[in-house]
């Protein structure tokens, strides 16, 4: 393993081709820490980042309110892309504002001594930009404009910077005729996509091994970072550490797996019914044993702070029993609490290591639960990072889609339940869209998920599956009686191929998939190298960005 500070970029360049990694300019973009925030000043209207000799020019275009009319978001990369200029298009929702200001941001990077001709170039893109689209735009000035140029600029520079991207930081989409998500094609050859309001409404894709559910969510997920949203992936099986890296992200948990202090991350202000919840659904708890756990919490958070699990096994072998039938229940429930206090679960379980929520979700971020062998060791800590994304969803309030939580084996996590009552899970699934949070749930067996998962997520993706119940499943909450059609379809589906049910679609359509780069698979060696290159900032330390 490499040692000592970071090289300088010149040396990067030596070592990152040894990984066999794709777009090696971009990667040493992340790796290399920020620069100190530009000078900014305005020239004409544009406002001009002066930077290490070298000047970014920019103009930010107001969208102004308007009934009818559209953007057309595609042309404008192209015709920015095409003189290798930067767009990006901003929409944000003022405190306290039912609506939202919308921006279109055009930069361009030179040498500082070109600001002039470089301005002469934006002023022209404005323009274009304002004949190809019916809605009315107006130039912004002074401090407002700084603020969205800075913005759109350190996403693209710093997030995945040989993409443009409509960015939607804490936003709404421009309504229904706003931005889309492409997925693919339809047998007919044209082209299909999901408008990005229903991705709070979540998303559900099922199907077997090979059938092509990666690939789908590898899709949405680059859909929604080009809007700017990004998404973190819980990985039970190591498939997307390359492909985030590729897009500007960062990977988590690689080689062996991330920790947490499970029972403290489920306790939210100290009440102990969201952990006991939780608990009793992992671990299937009596009500004699829930009712243990229960008094042992109470006691336990009067005298720790931020508890173990550990600390709570020790306290439920001191719990006095009453009855004979009380210490069946204590017994048992120390032989359910004990896997998760040894071996992979004392690595994984009893100790705080995930970075704050917040920078989970400021660009896209893969948490590899790959190095962890035990399945409910996974589920575990899988249920904690769900937890605190909840508590920091409804502590920031109500608002539209502002990033995406992609979970493998869903089924392990939001299990069918024999009660008609809702989980825990289910609960934080039913509230999350209402602030923001979009589920990308994936599973092998919806049959074996929650009905009430299955019947009020907005969107299904339907890769093939092997055993017909679990396409009746998936197919129940908007086609009750679907029929042998629609069953032999699924069956007929190929690697790649998948029926798309969602809201506004009258009956399902067969898509095939948009393939996306999947990045290199770095393995344990390249994740060593890169964090020894940049041990507080790449893999596991907080990410600033400033411009």
């Avoid at 930081?169 to 229904?176: K, Q």
């Avoid at 492409?182 to 229903?198: A, C, D, I, N």
């Amino acid at each position: 393993m490499v040692s000592g500070p970071p090289p300088a970029p010149d040396v990067l360049l030596l070592i990152l081709p040894m990984l066999a990694l794709p777009a090696v300019p971009p990667l040493l973009r992340i790796l290399r820490r920020a620069p100190p925030s530009p000078a900014a000043r305005e020239v004409d209207g544009a406002i001009v980042l002066d930077a290490d000799g070298k000047a970014v020019v920019a103009k930010a275009l107001e969208i102004l309110p308007s009934g009818e009319g559209r953007i057309d978001l595609s042309e404008l990369k192209d015709i920015s892309s095409s003189v290798g200029a930067g767009f990006s298009l901003i929409s944000v929702s003022p405190p306290g504002s039912d609506g939202s200001r919308s921006v279109v941001v055009f930069w361009l990077e030179r040498p500082a001594g070109e600001v002039d001709s470089t301005l002469d170039l934006v002023n022209a893109l404005c323009r274009i930009a304002a004949k190809t689209s019916s809605v009315p735009m107006s130039e912004l000035e002074g401090a407002p404009a700084e603020d969205f140029v800075r913005s759109a600029v350190r996403v693209a520079r710093f997030g995945a910077p040989w993409n443009p991207r409509l960015t939607l930081s804490g936003a709404s989409p421009l309504g229904p005729t706003g931005p889309r998500l492409r997925l693919g094609r339809t047998r007919g050859g044209k082209t299909f996509s999901l408008p990005v309001e229903v991705m709070t409404k979540h998303v559900v894709i099922v199907g077997r091994t090979g059938s092509g559910k990666t690939t789908t969510a590898m899709r949405l997920i680059k859909e929604l970072w080009d809007l700017g949203v990004p998404s973190l992936v819980l990985d039970y099986h190591g498939e997307y550490s390359g492909f985030i890296v590729r897009l500007g992200g960062r990977a988590l948990g690689l080689p062996r797996g991330v920790s947490v202090n499970f029972l403290a991350s489920l306790l939210n202000g100290g009440s102990p019914s969201g952990a006991i919840d939780v608990l009793q659904q992992m671990l299937s708890l009596s009500p004699s044993q829930t009712y243990i756990v229960d008094r042992c919490l109470a006691s336990l958070l009067r005298e720790v702070p931020d508890p173990t699990l550990l600390d709570l096994l020790e306290q439920v072998d001191e719990y006095r029993e009453r009855t004979a039938p009380e210490m069946e229940s204590k017994l048992a429930l120390l032989r359910k609490l004990e896997p998760l206090c040894k071996g992979e679960g004392a690595a994984h379980l009893l100790r705080e290591e995930l970075p704050p929520v917040e920078e989970l979700l400021e660009a896209p971020t893969s948490v590899s639960l790959w190095g962890i062998d035990a399945t409910f060791v996974k589920d575990a800590v899988v249920y904690s990072i769900l937890a605190r994304i909840y508590r920091h969803a409804k502590e920031s309030g109500r608002s539209p889609l502002r990033f995406a939580v992609v979970v493998e084996e869903s089924d392990h996590v939001l299990p069918r339940s024999p009660s008609p009552s809702l989980s825990v899970a289910d609960r934080m699934f039913s509230e999350l869209r209402k602030f923001g949070v979009s589920l990308i749930l994936i599973s092998q067996a919806p049959s074996s998920m929650s009905r009430y998962v299955l019947r009020n997520s907005a969107t299904r993706v339907i890769h093939a599956l092997s055993v017909r119940e679990d396409v009746r499943e998936v197919l129940f909450a908007q086609i009750q009686g679907a029929g042998a059609r629609i069953e032999a379809e699924v069956d007929s589906l190929r690697p790649g191929e998948a029926l798309i049910l969602s809201e506004g679609i009258p009956r399902p359509e067969r898509v095939l998939i948009d393939p996306v780069d999947p990045g290199v698979e770095l393995g344990e060696e390249g994740h060593a190298i890169l964090s020894s290159l940049a041990p507080h900032f790449y893999l596991n330390g907080p990410r600033r960005y400033e411009i």
